[in-house]
């Protein structure tokens, strides 16, 4: 069965440093996305990529992040100085149209910590 | 102000009992979609719904959209440890342009033996 994979599942990291977060769709999706979930709260919408654009953006996406396909399979979330409030995990899930009935799939997450 | 709330918030019971979790908005849905998360994984899709009073039935599960669709239901019958778990309801409004989810902030499901 086609999956998300996301790599690494575990990330520690010095505040300020930059870290780059790495995920496969599924490939014959065509929409991604980066969610990302805070201990104990709910997930929240990052970002989406469609095309080799960004379509759409949360408020939470600041100029710290960005995100990139560098080739046909990868797509990459990049936080550039990284702050203690950035810890969470971070969801990429992909979807194969944009319909509102489309289903979304996750991977097994990144578990950032920033110290 | 949550647009999407989701109760309970957590439900502890024993095996064989029933349970219904609730997902609620003041928002018209496109689509609903139920997910389970166990610990330090991902969410799981379990099922879409997309049609107003739709039914969908997986197993012991049932998951209902309401005629309005702002509403969904999931209904589990003789609940195992097993379905130990978070479970989440997410969707699209319709008149939200774009593709991003939103989520509620989920219910934890304890089922003990």
């Known amino acids: 069965e086609p999956e998300v994979t996301q790599t690494p599942s575990h990330q520690v990291t010095q505040m300020g440093q930059e870290v780059i977060l790495r995920c496969v769709p599924i490939s014959n999706h065509l929409y991604f996305y980066w969610y990302r979930q805070i201990l104990g709260q709910k997930v929240e919408f990052l970002v989406s990529?469609?095309?080799?654009?960004?379509?759409?953006k949360s408020e939470i996406f600041d100029d710290q992040f960005s995100v990139e396909r560098p080739d046909g399979s990868n797509f990459t979330l990049k936080i550039r100085s990284t702050k203690l409030e950035d810890s969470a995990m971070y969801f990429c899930a992909s979807t194969r149209t944009d319909l509102g009935n489309t289903e979304a799939f996750f991977g097994q997450g990144t578990r950032l910590t920033v110290v | 102000t949550q647009l999407l709330e989701q109760s309970p918030q957590f439900l502890s019971i024993q095996e064989g009992e029933n349970l219904t979790v609730y997902c609620n908005s003041s928002?018209?849905?496109?689509?609903l979609q139920w997910y389970r998360q166990e610990p330090g994984e991902g969410p799981v899709l379990l099922v879409t719904?997309?049609?107003?009073?739709e039914v969908k039935k997986l197993k012991r599960l049932t998951f209902q959209f309401g005629d309005a669709r702002k509403d969904s239901s999931l209904h589990i019958t003789a609940a195992q440890p097993g379905d130990t778990g978070l479970y989440l309801c997410a969707g699209k409004r319709a008149n939200q342009a774009g593709t991003a989810l939103i989520f509620g902030k989920g219910t934890t499901l304890s089922v003990s033996s």
């Open positions: 990529f469609y095309n080799n654009e960004i379509s759409e």
């Open positions: 719904v997309v049609t107003g009073g």
């Open positions: 928002s018209v849905f496109s689509s």
